[in-house]
């Protein structure tokens, strides 16, 4: 008789292998180097954790939940990334030095909180100082308080008050939901009809709401690394948030991005950190919330002066993806410092330098997205990729025969390198090209005026 049989057959071996996958993977104490965590599974995500996998100072890499693009060179765990029972017995089990809080939704929740009680190491701030991206209201006020420029608007309670005051606003205004909705939730209203529509649709109809005067400018995503009244600035870039070209249809996540961008160029990203995010950490830190993590700023040039569009408190998707590969040394290190609170003594040592190079990402998206996107295709022509171009995975996964499909709406970002921002150009849409999957599409503009500058 078999083992199986011996020991209650195949209904017992299915038990044990269900309570096996409730527990961590675990690791031995003891090896050398900084064994990461990186919360989430988009390309975000995947940027953070190629950026890492390039640090002599890592050892392992765990991702949760991933994607099927990480499973390549982390260990990608699919768990719940919010499920924080698990997560405290992880971070003890296999020894985690270092966690990165990737998502909104987890910064949101106070999952920084949650890893700050094992005593490691977090980039992510507590829920408190988050509420800088989770509620525009109170970003205004924070705004408002620093001294921060900004476009005027009104907060209501709810879209009904809002649209009561539309007669007060002329044309064209923006609105936007007040909480978190990917990207998603701001709508550029160039009549009141359109105005009224929008705040009729979800998410602006759901809650709190802002009505805002709509800015003309050139628009810049600059990333710092913030720990209290400490700031360092990120490489800036140039995202592109509207579905289609020209800067038409509904707002996204993201449909790429390119960096450096002569709209700030990088010898100018410390002094606009200090003009519009560190006035910001220092109110956080007056109010007793002090900020621990990367504070994205959306800044808008106009015609005047600087203003910030708005505040995310983690790094940005798709700006990721072409500012992380350009941050040169031990980026571990240097995220392990400010995880610790010592970022002002690592910096002043090892002072952080961005490569020359020039990254662009052109997003390659399921059919339908942002509304509800087709998922399930077969994702063909990895191994056709130009060189000097990457497959940064977002929403992929394999499906029951191991073939890699979309999962998502984003799907796959595409990003090249380049002498230029030009050269990076051409080089990721040849990716694009080779890169299919049905239903596939892409904006074909990105980086379009420095190609033609």
């Given amino acids: 008789m078999s083992l199986r049989g011996i020991f209650g057959g195949e209904a017992v071996y299915k038990k044990i292998y269900e309570h096996r996958r409730q527990r961590s993977p675990r690791r031995s104490a003891g090896a050398p180097g900084l064994n990461c965590l990186v919360l989430g599974g988009g390309g975000r995500e995947y940027a953070i954790a190629w950026r890492l996998a390039n640090c002599n100072s890592v050892?392992?890499?765990?991702?949760?939940?991933?994607?099927?693009?990480?499973?390549?060179?982390?260990?990608?765990?699919?768990?719940?990334?919010?499920?924080?029972?698990?997560?405290?017995?992880?971070?003890?089990?296999?020894?985690?030095?270092?966690?990165?809080?990737?998502?909104?939704?987890?910064?949101?929740?106070?999952?920084g909180d949650v890893?700050?009680?094992?005593?490691?190491?977090?980039?992510?701030?507590?829920?408190?100082?988050?509420?800088?991206?989770?509620?525009?209201?109170?970003?205004?006020?924070?705004?408002?308080?620093?001294?921060?420029?900004?476009?005027?608007?009104?907060?209501?309670?709810?879209?009904?008050a809002a649209?009561?005051?539309?007669?007060?606003?002329?044309?064209?205004?923006?609105?936007?939901?007040?909480g978190l909705a990917l990207g998603k939730g701001v709508t550029i209203a160039?009549?009141?009809?359109?105005?009224?529509?929008?705040?009729?649709?979800?998410?602006?109809?759901?809650?709190?709401?802002?009505?805002?005067?709509?800015?003309?400018?050139?628009?810049?995503?600059?990333?710092?690394?913030?720990?209290?009244?400490?700031?360092?600035?990120?490489?800036?870039?140039?995202?592109?948030?509207?579905?289609?070209?020209?800067?038409?249809?509904?707002?996204?996540?993201?449909?790429?991005?390119?960096s450096p961008t002569a709209v700030l160029p990088d010898d100018q990203a410390q002094a606009a950190a200090d003009d519009l995010i560190a006035p910001i950490a220092a109110a956080l830190v007056k109010r007793g919330t002090p900020y621990r993590g990367v504070l994205y700023a959306g800044l808008m040039k106009t015609a005047k002066s600087w203003k910030v569009l708005e505040y995310n408190a983690r790094f940005g998707d798709p700006e990721a993806e072409v500012t992380l590969p350009r941050i040169e040394g031990d980026f571990a290190k240097l995220l392990f410092a400010l995880g610790e609170g010592k970022l002002a003594e690592y910096v002043a040592a090892e002072p952080i330098r961005f490569s020359k190079r020039a990254y662009v990402d052109v997003v390659l998206c399921a059919e339908n997205y942002p509304g509800p996107p087709k998922t399930g295709m077969t994702i063909e022509g990895l191994d056709r990729l130009p060189e000097h171009v990457l497959a940064f995975h977002g929403a992929t996964k394999r499906d029951a025969k191991g073939n890699l499909v979309a999962g998502g709406g984003r799907v796959m970002h595409i990003v090249a390198s380049g002498d230029t921002v030009a050269e990076a150009r051409q080089r990721a849409y040849a990716g694009a090209e080779a890169v299919t999957f049905e239903g596939k599409f892409y904006r074909s503009d990105i980086a379009q005026e420095v190609a033609v500058a």
């Fill in 59 to 111: 050892t392992t890499i765990d991702v949760v939940p991933g994607n099927a693009g990480l499973s390549l060179f982390t260990r990608a765990i699919d768990r719940r990334p919010d499920d924080v029972a698990w997560l405290d017995e992880h971070v003890l089990a296999s020894f985690i030095d270092l966690a990165i809080v990737g998502t909104d939704e987890l910064i949101a929740a106070g999952i």
């Fill in 190 to 258: 160039r009549t009141h009809e359109e105005a009224v529509e929008a705040l009729a649709t979800p998410p602006a109809n759901s809650g709190r709401v802002l009505l805002e005067e709509m800015l003309e400018g050139e628009e810049v995503s600059l990333q710092a690394l913030v720990d209290g009244e400490t700031v360092v600035a990120l490489p800036p870039a140039r995202d592109f948030k509207r579905a289609r070209d020209g800067d038409t249809g509904p707002n996204t996540g993201g449909m790429g991005a390119f």
């Fill in 115 to 160: 890893l700050r009680r094992s005593g490691i190491a977090v980039v992510g701030p507590s829920r408190d100082a988050a509420k800088i991206e989770w509620s525009k209201s109170f970003a205004k006020e924070l705004m408002a308080e620093a001294g921060v420029p900004t476009a005027r608007s009104e907060s209501f309670a709810d879209a009904a």
């Fill in 163 to 178: 649209k009561d005051a539309l007669p007060r606003w002329a044309p064209p205004v923006v609105v936007k939901a007040d």
